[in-house]
């Protein structure tokens, strides 16, 4: 069944202490309106992955189980991406001293932007801000990005639609780092998996290889760089319509 937009303020949850399964039941409405108010539903799914994240400080436990529960109502993105996609780390999902540590880090700097698909090649690379290239040069420093606008394009992976590696259950759009042209420290050890949520709103989950197992270790968001070219042109106000199943 579709959701009526009259059904949605009922379900709203609680901004800064909600439950976990209020936020995804939340969301799974929103997953049920009709496409007239697709932005709305964009709009309001990015909201719950922001405050999820910006909760995750104080209230980790709750943050992380809200960020699974609304990975698992996701599933591979119904168009292949294709073209730039802004970025928002989300929260790290690490012991909490580094936890801190990291987030205290990216309220002062974070260098990372976003992605760029290409759908035809099925590859893609990362955007960093300028202020990325001494770090690299000092980490990897035999690597080399392309520049791009005033950052840089850096660290291609190859794209691919496959089980999740810590949820098998679900299909997942696997972006995999595993290449020859990456620096072998570190990066060719992560693979991100990224689901759509609703259209226009992504939610991925950051995995780190360590013995030979795939460890949670974040979550990050995408969202277009513009609104998709057959978008309707929409009001701030969704429209009263009732969805479609």
């Known amino acids: ?17 909600p439950r976990a399964e209020d936020v995804a039941r939340y969301v799974e409405a929103l997953q049920g309106l009709s496409k007239a108010n697709a932005d709305f539903a964009r709009r309001a799914t990015w909201n719950e992955i922001r405050l999820a994240g910006a909760r995750a400080g104080r209230r980790p436990e709750e943050a992380r189980e809200t960020l699974n529960r609304l990975f698992r109502l996701g599933g591979p993105p119904a168009r292949p991406l294709d073209g730039p996609m802004r970025g928002l780390m989300v929260t790290p999902t690490v012991p909490r001293p ?3 540590g990291l987030r205290a880090l990216a309220s002062v700097w974070m260098p990372w932007t976003g992605k760029r698909f290409d759908a035809a090649s099925e590859r893609g690379d990362n955007l960093l801000t300028s202020s990325a290239r001494v770090p690299t040069r ?6 080399r990005g392309e520049p791009v606008g005033g950052g840089q394009a850096a660290f291609r992976f190859r794209t691919y639609v496959s089980p999740g590696s810590v949820d098998p259950d679900i299909d997942t759009l696997k972006i ?16 991100d998996e990224l689901v759509q949520i609703v259209p226009g709103a992504y939610l991925g989950k950051v995995l780190l290889r360590r013995g030979g197992e795939w460890r949670l270790v974040g979550y ?6 513009a609104p998709p070219v057959d978008a309707p042109n929409m009001a701030a ?9």
């Open 1 to 17: 069944m579709g959701t009526r937009l009259t059904e949605l303020p009922a379900l709203e949850p609680d901004p800064l202490e």
């Open 98 to 100: 580094l936890d801190l």
């Open 138 to 143: 000092i980490l990897w420093p035999s690597y």
């Open 176 to 191: 995999d780092y595993d290449s020859d042209e990456n620096p072998g420290l570190l990066i060719r050890d992560i693979l």
């Open 220 to 225: 990050f968001g995408l969202e277009p760089a």
């Open 237 to 245: 106000r969704p429209q009263a319509a009732t969805a479609a199943a």
